[in-house]
């Protein structure tokens, strides 16, 4: 006899809920916060340069420029690669509105292809029948924290003259080859929220190779201004010249004091999160009613979340209803993502559905599990026997 559904009134699998993702604070966290508080700058300080330092040796990049969320990182990103009014970037429709908003701010247009079925990251070939004579950035996402057709784009950008920016909020810490993400002579950007690898409470990064680039980030985050005010006092100028549209993205020392502190722990972090995906893949290879996520050969994934597929023709219930009775049981199910192009902000400025028939075909039917580094195995059985006992009872 089955058990009773927490959703039919049975007793849930956990007392409390269990988020799908949760930041990782300890003690020296707090510390090396309030001994930054109690110094004599809390932004645009020494901080921010260690930090910067630090973020650069993490991810094999030249440069890196922190600044005050991933979405004006991704901002930063697009203005530096030159994109304007009319110019079009072509991205995946499987990620955060973030990474096509920032198209948008800069006057530019999304444009967006078809994703891979197997990794559900930009596929290479798509995003070539999408270019134009306008378009001048390449916007794959790392999605989920599995490195996309890094090599291919790379490719397709020299061949075609365009930037390549890939958003990495989701992969901090992935390798293609052998290789951390975030060199190159396009742009890489990181978030710092709560939910990613590390994290500053809100925050984000840019990274590298390239020295023009850098520049460009680091007038762009702080107002367009030629000089900081250090570099402007030591040539002895009254005031900075202004330069380009700029903003005021700046990151604190405060919270760059937190993201020093993290970085140390990214590879603690990236090894439990790594543990984590393999308990969930060891307990649901066997699951009807789920495909888990597919790995590639040669990459190292970072697991910012694990996202399923609900064989929903096998289910006798739709998406809703399981993640419903997910919920019910306690076990905080999220999705990861609403074709970008569907919001109704995009619809509305004529993006049709049907444009990425895979990726919106995906996207009905994919559920993400909890994964954070702080979960314990018994949080993990727990996920698993809630997904047991809910497809259990859905089956066909
Ligand atoms: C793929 C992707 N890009 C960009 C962002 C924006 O980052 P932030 O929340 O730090 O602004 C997110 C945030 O979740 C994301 O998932």
Same mark, same amino acid.
């Given at each position: 006899?089955?058990?009773?559904? #927490?959703?039919?009134?049975?007793?849930?699998?956990?007392?409390?809920?269990? &988020?799908?993702?949760?930041?990782?604070?300890?003690?020296?966290?707090?510390?090396?916060?309030?001994?930054?508080?109690?110094?004599?700058?809390?932004?645009?300080?020494?901080?921010?340069? @260690?930090?910067?330092?630090?973020? @650069?040796? #993490?991810?094999? +990049?030249?440069?890196?420029?922190?600044?005050?969320?991933?979405?004006?990182?991704?901002?930063?990103?697009?203005?530096?690669?030159?994109?304007?009014?009319?110019?079009?970037?072509?991205?995946?429709?499987?990620?955060?509105?973030?990474?096509?908003? +920032?198209?948008?701010? =800069?006057?530019?247009?999304?444009?967006?292809?078809?994703?891979?079925?197997?990794?559900?990251?930009?596929?290479?070939?798509?995003?070539?029948?999408?270019?134009?004579?306008?378009?001048?950035?390449?916007?794959?996402?790392?999605?989920?924290?599995?490195?996309?057709?890094?090599? @291919?784009?790379?490719?397709?950008?020299?061949?075609?003259?365009?930037?390549?920016?890939?958003?990495?909020?989701? +992969?901090?810490?992935?390798?293609?080859?052998?290789?951390?993400?975030?060199?190159?002579?396009?742009?890489?950007?990181?978030?710092?929220?709560?939910? !990613?690898?590390?994290?500053?409470?809100?925050?984000?990064?840019?990274?590298?190779?390239?020295?023009?680039?850098?520049?460009?980030?680091?007038?762009?985050?702080?107002?367009?201004?030629?000089?900081?005010?250090?570099?402007?006092?030591?040539?002895?100028?009254?005031?900075?010249?202004?330069?380009?549209?700029?903003?005021?993205?700046?990151?604190?020392?405060?919270?760059?004091?937190?993201?020093?502190? =993290?970085?140390? !722990?990214?590879?603690?972090?990236?090894?439990?999160?790594?543990?984590?995906?393999?308990?969930?893949?060891?307990?649901?290879?066997?699951?009807?009613?789920?495909?888990?996520? =597919?790995?590639?050969?040669?990459?190292?994934?970072?697991?910012?979340?694990? %996202?399923?597929?609900?064989?929903? %023709?096998?289910?006798?219930?739709?998406? @809703?209803?399981?993640?419903?009775?997910?919920?019910?049981?306690?076990?905080?199910?999220?999705?990861?993502?609403? &074709?970008?192009?569907?919001?109704?902000?995009?619809?509305?400025?004529?993006?049709?559905?049907?444009?990425?028939?895979?990726?919106?075909?995906?996207?009905?039917?994919?559920?993400?599990? %909890?994964?954070?580094?702080?979960?314990?195995?018994?949080?993990?059985?727990?996920?698993?026997?809630?997904?047991? !006992?809910?497809?259990?009872?859905?089956?066909?």
């Amino acid at each position: 006899m089955a058990e009773t559904l #927490a959703i039919h009134g049975g007793r849930p699998v956990r007392a409390a809920l269990l &988020p799908y993702g949760h930041h990782a604070i300890d003690d020296d966290d707090v510390a090396a916060v309030v001994a930054t508080l109690r110094g004599p700058l809390i932004t645009t300080g020494p901080a921010v340069t @260690a930090f910067e330092r630090a973020f @650069a040796d #993490a991810s094999g +990049a030249r440069h890196a420029v922190a600044v005050s969320s991933g979405t004006a990182a991704l901002h930063a990103a697009v203005f530096a690669a030159g994109v304007g009014p009319g110019d079009e970037a072509v991205t995946t429709p499987l990620t955060f509105v973030a990474t096509s908003n +920032a198209v948008l701010y =800069q006057g530019g247009r999304p444009v967006f292809a078809d994703v891979r079925r197997d990794t559900l990251t930009l596929d290479p070939a798509a995003a070539a029948r999408a270019l134009t004579p306008r378009t001048r950035a390449l916007m794959p996402v790392h999605f989920a924290g599995q490195p996309c057709d890094v090599e @291919a784009f790379e490719r397709l950008a020299r061949e075609r003259g365009l930037t390549l920016i890939q958003d990495a909020a989701h +992969a901090l810490g992935a390798e293609v080859s052998g290789r951390r993400l975030g060199g190159g002579r396009g742009l890489t950007i990181f978030s710092l929220h709560p939910v !990613k690898h590390v994290t500053t409470g809100e925050g984000g990064v840019i990274t590298t190779d390239d020295p023009a680039l850098d520049e460009r980030l680091r007038r762009f985050r702080n107002h367009g201004l030629a000089t900081d005010a250090a570099t402007r006092d030591a040539h002895g100028r009254l005031w900075a010249e202004m330069v380009d549209l700029g903003y005021n993205y700046r990151l604190t020392d405060v919270q760059c004091a937190l993201g020093l502190s =993290q970085l140390a !722990k990214l590879d603690r972090f990236l090894a439990r999160r790594e543990a984590i995906a393999e308990r969930y893949v060891a307990a649901l290879k066997d699951q009807p009613g789920l495909t888990l996520p =597919q790995v590639v050969p040669d990459v190292r994934h970072a697991w910012h979340i694990f %996202p399923v597929l609900l064989d929903t %023709p096998r289910l006798t219930a739709d998406r @809703a209803a399981v993640y419903a009775a997910l919920r019910a049981e306690n076990i905080g199910v999220t999705f990861h993502y609403v &074709p970008a192009y569907w919001h109704p902000y995009y619809a509305a400025r004529g993006y049709a559905r049907g444009l990425c028939p895979v990726a919106e075909q995906a996207a009905e039917r994919l559920l993400t599990l %909890p994964l954070f580094p702080g979960m314990t195995d018994a949080d993990v059985a727990d996920v698993v026997t809630a997904v047991r !006992k809910v497809l259990g009872a859905y089956l066909r």
